[in-house]
């Protein structure tokens, strides 16, 4: 059964540091395009950041700079480093992949080009 899970969220003051894990299980993540998402009450769910089989990643523009996406593949694990990290932070973040190997990694975007997805972690910034 292909499982992502994801762990490392919590309420953090404004400035300060969260890294989230999302490890998987059940298939071999490093083949895959996989991504970070979040979700704040009555928003769109919207991707943060995203990396490729080969380590090419992307980031919004609301993070960069901020954040950092990686993964580990002998731990089959995605991490998103989070830094100087602001209330508009606030949001149920979600690890994302794609099934399959794909050469359109950076242009998946949306929420509905990622068929596996974890449960999702809370992160809160507070002022």
């Known amino acids: 059964q292909v499982q992502l899970m994801e762990s490392g969220g919590g309420s953090v003051q404004t400035g300060g540091s969260l890294k989230l894990s999302c490890a998987a299980s059940?298939?071999?993540?490093?083949?895959?395009?996989m991504a970070w998402f979040r979700q704040a009450p009555e928003k769109e769910r919207g991707r943060v950041a995203v990396i490729d089989n080969i380590g090419t990643t992307n980031y919004g523009d609301l993070v960069k700079g901020r954040f950092t996406i990686s993964r580990d593949n002998g731990k089959n694990t995605l991490y998103l480093q989070m830094n100087s990290l602001k209330p508009e932070d606030t949001a149920k973040y979600y690890c994302?992949?794609?099934?399959?190997?794909?050469?359109?990694?950076?242009?998946?975007?949306?929420?509905?080009?990622?068929?596996?997805w974890g449960q999702g972690t809370q992160v809160t910034v507070s002022s």
């Open positions: 994302a992949a794609v099934a399959a190997p794909t050469t359109d990694c950076m242009q998946r975007t949306y929420a509905s080009a990622y068929a596996l």
């Open positions: 059940g298939y071999t993540s490093h083949t895959s395009c």
